[in-house]
C-alpha cells in the first residue's frame, strides 16, 4: 500500500511535464508558416509532428504509460527530419531540433516513468567504494557530450548549406575536406548530423534517472552505455581513419572524438556495475525482471554524499574523476602514441609505415586513455599487440637504421609502460 501510494504521488507530480509537450504539439503545428519555411515535405512533417504530440500529451495526462514514449519518439524523429528532407531553411533544422530535444525532456527524461519507483538510496553497489551513477560523476560526461554535439551541428550546418566556410584553427581548410569528402558524401543523410543526433541521445540518457539508476534502471545504463562505447570507439576510429581515407584531417572531428573518448573512460565504471547486477539476477533466474524493473540487491548501501550537490569546488574536481587514475605509465604509453602519430612528418618517411604510425598510434593512445579507468585497466595489454604491429611494420619498412631504431626502441618502451597494473584508488567487488 505504501509503494502504490509513493507511486500515486510521483505520478501527479509528473502530469505538468505534459502541458509542456502539448505547447509543443501546438508550436510545431501553427508556427511551421510563421518561421518563413517553404519547403512542403518539412510544413508536413511538422504538422503530423505537432498532432502527434498534442493527441499523446492529452493520452499522458490522462495517465497513459505508453504516450510518453511515443512523444519522445517523434522528438528523435524531429532531430532526424533536417536530415532526412535536406531542409533547405536553417530556421527549420533549428526549430525541429530543438522542439525535438524540449518533447523528449519533458516527456521521458524528466518526468519518472509510470510504475516505476527511481529511489534515492541503495546508491553505492556492493563492495564498491563509490557511487558509479552519481551527478558528480555524471556531470563531465555531460558537458562533453554537449561539447560534442555543438561541434557536430556547425559541420552539419556546413553539409546542410547554410553556412559558406568553416574555420578549422590547426589544418586550414581540413574540416572542410573531411565532411565534404567522398566518403561523408556516401551517406544518405549528412553524417555530421547523425553524430549531433548521437550526442543530443547521450546528453539526454545521462540526465534520465536518480543516483540509483544503476539498479532502478538496468536498461537505461544499458542504453546509454551502448551509445557511448561501442558507438563511440566506432566514431573515434572512424577519425584516426581521415588521413588514409579522405588525406586531411579535420579539428572539428577530431575535438567531438577526443570529448566521446573522455566520455567512455568515465562512463566504463556504471556499465561495470549494471553488468554485475545484471550477472548475479542471471544466476538468480530474474534477468528479465531485473533489466526492466530494477532491483535493491543486497548489500548496496547509501551514499552519504548523494544530497550534496554540488559539493564544493575541490570535493567536485576530485568526486568527478573518481574510479579514473591518471597512471604515469599509461600517460607515457599515449605519448608514445602520439610520437608515432608524428613520426612520419619527423623522420619524412612515407607509404606503408606511414600509414602504419598514423593509426596504430592513434589506436594507443586511445587503449591508453581507456585504461585509466580503474575497471578497464586491463585494456592496457592491448598495447601489447599494437606495438608488435609497430615493430612489424618497421622491420619491413625498408627505411634507414637509425630511424628503424628509435621506431623500436618506441616500441619496446610502449611494451613495458603497458606492462604495469599501478594502484588502485578505489574497490569494485572484484
Not at 100 to 125: N, R, T, V
Not at 162 to 191: C, M, Q
Not at 346 to 356: A, D, I, P
Not at 361 to 376: F, H, K, R, Y
Amino acid at each position: 500500500m505504501l509503494k502504490k501510494n509513493l507511486l500515486a504521488k510521483e505520478e501527479q507530480k509528473r502530469l505538468w511535464y505534459f502541458l509542456v509537450t502539448l505547447f509543443m504539439g501546438f508550436w510545431l503545428l501553427f508556427t511551421v508558416d510563421m518561421l518563413g519555411i517553404d519547403q512542403p515535405e518539412i510544413i508536413y512533417s511538422d504538422r503530423i509532428c505537432g498532432g502527434l504530440v498534442i493527441l499523446f500529451s492529452l493520452f499522458s495526462l490522462k495517465g497513459s504509460a505508453i504516450s510518453p514514449w511515443v512523444i519522445a519518439f517523434v522528438g528523435v524523429y524531429l532531430q532526424l527530419a533536417p536530415m532526412l528532407f535536406w531542409a533547405k531553411d536553417p530556421q527549420a533544422y533549428l526549430n525541429d531540433t530543438v522542439s525535438g530535444i524540449i518533447c523528449i525532456l519533458f516527456a521521458l527524461i524528466f518526468p519518472g516513468i509510470k510504475g516505476i519507483q527511481d529511489e534515492d538510496k541503495g546508491q553505492i553497489p556492493k563492495d564498491w567504494s563509490y557511487n558509479p551513477s552519481s551527478w558528480v560523476q555524471r556531470f563531465p560526461i555531460l558537458v562533453f557530450g554537449t561539447i560534442g554535439w555543438f561541434a557536430a551541428r556547425l559541420m552539419c550546418a556546413y553539409q546542410l548549406g547554410y553556412i559558406n566556410s568553416i574555420w578549422d584553427p590547426f589544418f586550414v581548410d581540413g574540416t572542410e575536406k573531411v565532411i565534404t569528402s567522398n566518403v561523408s558524401k556516401a551517406f544518405p543523410l549528412p553524417d555530421a548530423g547523425l553524430g549531433a543526433l548521437a550526442y543530443s541521445l547521450e546528453v539526454l540518457l545521462g540526465l534520465k534517472g536518480r543516483t540509483a539508476r544503476w539498479r532502478t534502471m538496468p536498461w537505461l545504463v544499458v542504453g546509454f552505455s551502448f551509445l557511448v562505447v561501442p558507438l563511440g570507439l566506432v566514431s573515434i576510429v572512424l577519425v584516426i581513419l581521415q588521413p588514409l581515407i579522405v588525406g586531411a584531417w579535420c579539428s572539428l572531428c577530431l575535438l567531438a572524438a577526443f570529448c566521446m573518448l573522455l566520455m567512455c573512460t568515465l562512463t566504463l565504471d556504471e556499465v561495470v556495475a549494471v553488468t554485475q547486477l545484471l550477472m548475479r539476477a542471471y544466476k538468480e533466474g530474474h534477468f528479465l525482471k531485473t533489466f526492466f524493473k530494477g532491483t535493491f540487491p543486497d548489500g548496496a548501501t547509501d551514499d552519504p554524499d548523494a544530497d550534496k550537490f554540488p559539493p564544493p569546488f575541490k570535493e567536485f574536481c576530485l568526486g568527478m574523476l573518481r574510479g579514473v587514475t591518471f597512471q604515469p605509465y599509461l600517460i607515457g604509453a599515449a605519448l608514445v602514441g602520439a610520437f608515432f602519430m608524428f613520426a612520419p612528418f619527423l623522420f619524412q618517411f612515407e607509404g606503408m609505415l606511414s600509414n602504419f604510425s598514423h593509426t596504430f598510434g592513434a589506436l594507443v593512445i586511445v587503449v591508453s586513455i581507456l585504461s585509466m579507468a580503474e575497471v578497464a585497466r586491463s585494456v592496457r595489454k592491448c598495447n601489447y599487440a599494437l606495438a608488435l604491429i609497430l615493430a612489424i611494420g618497421t622491420l619491413w619498412s625498408g627505411i634507414d637504421l637509425i630511424t628503424m631504431g628509435i621506431l623500436l626502441l618506441g616500441c619496446i618502451g610502449l611494451v613495458f609502460l603497458s606492462f604495469p597494473v599501478g594502484k588502485l584508488k578505489e574497490s569494485y567487488g572484484f
